[in-house]
C-alpha cells in the first residue's frame, strides 16, 4: 500500500504561503482521482484582488466542502481547521524555509499566469501585505503547525526540505 493509500480518501495539506499546497494537492487529486479544494478559493471572491468573502459566508462554503466523502484540500486557514482536521483521514504538512516561500512568491507573480489554486480572472501581483506574512507572520505559525501535526493521530507526512518533496512526488508517482 502506497503512502498516499495509507493517507486515505479526505486529505489535508498545510503548510506556510507559497510552499507548494496546491501544487501537491492537484497532483494528489489527478493521481487519486480526488476533487482538489483550495481554501483560498473558498475564502476570497472571485475576479477580484484577493478581497475576502463576508466570515459567515466562507465558513458556510468550507463547512460544505468538507462534508465530501472525498478530497484533497489545501490551505491552513486557523479558524476553521478543528473541523477539517476531525473530517480527514490523513494529513501532509509542507514545512519549506521562509527563504524558499519569498522565492516562489516572486516566481508566482512574475512568471506564473495559469497558477493551481489562483482566484478565477486574477492575475497576481507583488504586495507588501503578503511579503509580510511570508517573512514575519508565518515564521511565528511554524510552531503552531508543528504542533498540530504532532498531536495529531491521523496518518500523516512532514515534508521540510525541496529533496523531501521531489522524493516524495517521485515515490507517489506523482505529476506537477
Same mark, same amino acid.
Request: glycine share 6%; proline share 6%.
Given at each position: 500500500?502506497? +503512502?498516499?493509500?495509507? +493517507? ?7 503548510? @506556510?504561503?507559497? #510552499? ?14 480526488? $476533487?482538489?479544494?483550495? +481554501? ?7 475576479? /477580484?484582488? =484577493?478581497?475576502?468573502? $463576508? ?15 472525498? =478530497? ?5 486557514? #486557523?479558524?476553521?481547521?478543528? $473541523?477539517? +482536521? ?11 524555509? /521562509? ?10 507573480? =512574475? ?13 497576481? #501581483? ?12 508565518? $515564521? ?14 491521523? @496518518? ?13 512526488? #517521485? ?6
Amino acid at each position: 500500500m502506497s +503512502l498516499l493509500d495509507r +493517507l486515505g480518501p479526505r486529505i489535508c495539506v498545510m503548510g @506556510p504561503s507559497n #510552499s507548494g499546497k496546491s501544487t501537491l494537492a492537484v497532483a494528489i487529486a489527478r493521481r487519486r482521482g480526488l $476533487p482538489a479544494l483550495h +481554501l483560498d478559493q473558498l475564502y476570497h471572491q472571485p475576479h /477580484t484582488d =484577493w478581497q475576502p468573502r $463576508p466570515t459567515a459566508e466562507f465558513l458556510r462554503l468550507h463547512a460544505l466542502a468538507i462534508e465530501g466523502a472525498r =478530497w484533497v484540500i489545501e490551505g491552513n486557514y #486557523s479558524s476553521c481547521i478543528a $473541523p477539517r +482536521l476531525a473530517r480527514a483521514t490523513g494529513l501532509i504538512l509542507l514545512d519549506v524555509p /521562509t527563504a524558499t516561500s519569498l522565492f516562489r512568491y516572486f516566481r508566482r507573480t =512574475w512568471c506564473e499566469t495559469d497558477r493551481k489554486g489562483a482566484l478565477d480572472g486574477q492575475m497576481d #501581483s507583488v504586495k507588501w501585505q503578503m511579503l509580510h506574512h511570508i517573512a514575519v507572520v508565518t $515564521p511565528r505559525n511554524r510552531a503552531r503547525y508543528a504542533a498540530m501535526f504532532e498531536e495529531s493521530a491521523l @496518518p500523516k507526512v512532514r515534508l521540510a526540505t525541496r529533496a523531501a518533496i521531489d522524493c516524495f512526488y #517521485s515515490a507517489e508517482a506523482l505529476e506537477r
